[in-house]
T-cell receptor
Framework: GNSVTQMEGPVTLSEEAFLTINCTYT??????LFWYVQYPGEGLQLLLKATKADDKGSNKGFEATYRKETTSFHLEKGSVQVSDSAVYFC?????????FGRGTSLIVHP | KAGVTQTPRYLIKTRGQQVTLSCSPISGHRSVSWYQQTPGQGLQFLFE???????NKGNFPGRFSGRQFSNSRSEMNVSTLELGDSALYLC????????????FGPGTRLTVL
C-alpha cells in the first residue's frame, strides 16, 4: 500500500530561521500530496497541496514541490515565526485512500 | 460557512462499553472520513462515507463501524471498548468523492478506563 515518511521531530528553530521538513512517499500511481498543520487542541488544517508532478504548493510563506523523480514533497519556509509552532503532517491522497506521515513537531523560539 | 463539528469533544468510557461519536460536515460536503490519532500509530484512516455509502475502509476490526445520513452527517460507533481505543478521533469532510482537500473537525478525545 501507499506510505508517507517524514522526518521525526521535534524540530527546534529560532525565529527567522529557515525551515525544511522532509517528506517522501511511496505509491503505485501518482497521488495528490498535501501538508497539513495541527495546532494544540485543534484538528488538522490544510496548509498546501500539489496534485501532479512539478506542481508547487504555497501558502503563508510555506512551499513544497511535488518531485516525482525523488518521490518527495519537502516543506520549506524561508523565515519561521513563533506562531508557526505546531505539528506538520505530510499526506498523500487524491484518488487514493489518504495516508499520513507521523507528524513533525516544530518549535520556534523567539 | 460553519466548519466541521464533532460531538462530544471529550468522552470517558470503561472497557466493554460502546460509544457513538457524531460528525457534521461542512454544508454541501458529501464525503466524510474518520481517522484515529494516537501517539504510537499516528493518524490512521478508519473509513469514508460518500452519499450514505461506505466507500473505503481502513485496517480496523469490525468493532469500529459507521454510517452516514441523508444530510451527510455521520456517526461512528465503537463496541466493546478496549484500553487501546483511547485516542483522538477526527472527522474530515470534502466536497468530492476523491480525497482532495479535506476539512477536519477538532476531534473527539476518547479515554477508555
Amino acid at each position: 500500500g501507499n506510505s508517507v515518511t517524514q522526518m521525526e521531530g521535534p524540530v527546534t528553530l529560532s525565529e527567522e530561521a529557515f525551515l525544511t521538513i522532509n517528506c517522501t512517499y511511496t505509491a503505485t500511481g501518482y497521488p495528490s500530496l498535501f501538508w497539513y498543520v495541527q495546532y494544540p487542541g485543534e484538528g488538522l488544517q490544510l496548509l498546501l497541496k500539489a496534485t501532479k508532478a512539478d506542481d508547487k504548493g504555497s501558502n503563508k510563506g510555506f512551499e513544497a514541490t511535488y518531485r516525482k523523480e525523488t518521490t518527495s514533497f519537502h516543506l520549506e519556509k524561508g523565515s519561521v515565526q513563533v506562531s508557526d509552532s505546531a505539528v506538520y503532517f505530510c499526506a498523500s491522497g487524491g484518488s487514493y485512500i489518504p495516508t499520513f506521515g507521523r507528524g513533525t513537531s516544530l518549535i520556534v523560539h523567539p | 460557512k460553519a466548519g466541521v463539528t464533532q460531538t462530544p469533544r471529550y468522552l470517558i468510557k470503561t472497557r466493554g462499553q460502546q460509544v457513538t461519536l457524531s460528525c457534521s460536515p461542512i454544508s454541501g460536503h458529501r464525503s466524510v472520513s474518520w481517522y484515529q490519532q494516537t501517539p504510537g500509530q499516528g493518524l490512521q484512516f478508519l473509513f469514508e462515507y460518500f452519499s450514505e455509502t461506505q466507500r473505503n475502509k481502513g485496517n480496523f476490526p469490525g468493532r469500529f463501524s459507521g454510517r452516514q445520513f441523508s444530510n451527510s452527517r455521520s456517526e461512528m460507533n465503537v463496541s466493546t471498548l478496549e484500553l487501546g481505543d483511547s485516542a483522538l478521533y477526527l472527522c474530515a469532510s470534502s466536497i468530492q468523492e476523491a480525497y482532495n482537500e479535506q476539512f477536519f473537525g477538532p476531534g473527539t478525545r476518547l479515554t477508555v478506563l
